[in-house]
């Protein structure tokens, strides 16, 4: 299983990025996704998570109205359109794989320890 995260990038504040994540050797439509980030120095914390459908999606407080998840079931692929980008989004952003029996509340899909496969990771930069 792969999961490659694509996009990430150095941005101003107020820029928007669209983070891609293309996942290969597993049934797409049998796993909800979900995005994570990593700052310095901080732990891994949730971002935003899609079901399978793209139907029920859930994010964090702190980026609510900000970013938005899809999927193209079709495709393979999730995504992460990122818009308003503050200095403090500054992280590595990782997707991850979570099956559908492990829930499908927001505390399954923000609980790290849910996710079956994560990406390496791609390194989004703000600067003010």
């Known amino acids: 299983v792969q999961l490659v995260e694509s996009g990430g990038g150095l941005v101003q504040a107020g820029d928007s990025l669209r983070l891609s994540c293309v996942a290969s050797?597993?049934?797409?439509?049998?796993?909800?996704m979900g995005w994570f980030r990593q700052a310095p120095g901080k732990e891994r914390e949730f971002v935003a998570g899609?079901?399978?459908?793209?139907?029920?999606?859930y994010y964090a407080d702190f980026v609510k109205g900000r970013f938005t998840i899809s999927r193209d079931n079709a495709k393979n692929t999730v995504y992460l359109q990122m818009n308003s980008l503050k200095p403090e989004d500054t992280a590595v952003y990782y997707c991850?794989?979570?099956?559908?029996?492990?829930?499908?509340?927001?505390?399954?899909?923000?609980?790290?320890?849910?996710?079956?496969?994560w990406g390496q990771g791609t390194q989004v930069t703000g600067s003010s």
């Open positions: 050797g597993l049934t797409f439509r049998n796993y909800g």
């Open positions: 991850a794989a979570v099956p559908l029996y492990g829930g499908t509340s927001y505390s399954a899909y923000s609980d790290p320890r849910s996710y079956q496969y």
């Open positions: 899609i079901g399978w459908s793209g139907v029920n999606t």
